[in-house]
């Protein structure tokens, strides 16, 4: 399994950016699948997921402003995020995650994930 993240880069505060995340050897309609992100010297946080079903979920910090979407055809995943902030500032990665009511998953290997950049 490949995970391919793209889509980030600079921004400032309040503006908005798209991610994506390509997945070869995994067909994401078939997986719950969602975006973390890390920050240096913190763990990877989950920040959005997507079940097989397209339900979604959000972290806190993130709802209202981030949209999780997946383009079955394309096998692609997508990752929208609206008024940025400093606190958005990480290295974003896509995977499998955790099915609503559990905590943990065997995630597959991590791609390269896409940096993001909020500051003024």
């Known amino acids: 399994v490949q995970f391919v993240e793209s889509g980030g880069g600079a921004v400032q505060p309040g503006e908005s950016l798209k991610l994506s995340c390509t997945a070869s050897?995994?067909?994401?309609?078939?997986?719950?699948v969602g975006w973390y992100r890390q920050v240096p010297g913190k763990q990877r946080e989950l920040v959005a997921r997507?079940?097989?079903?397209?339900?979604?979920h959000y972290a806190d910090a993130v709802k209202g402003r981030f949209t999780i979407s997946r383009d079955n055809a394309a096998n692609t995943l997508f990752l929208e995020m609206n008024s940025l902030g400093a606190e958005d500032t990480a290295v974003y990665y896509c995977?499998?995650?955790?099915?609503?009511?559990?905590?943990?998953?065997?995630?597959?290997?991590w791609g390269q994930g896409t940096q993001v950049t909020v500051s003024s």
């Open positions: 995977n499998k995650a955790p099915a609503p009511g559990f905590t943990t998953i065997r995630a597959e290997a």
């Open positions: 050897g995994l067909v994401l309609s078939t997986n719950v």
């Open positions: 997507i079940t097989r079903g397209g339900i979604t």
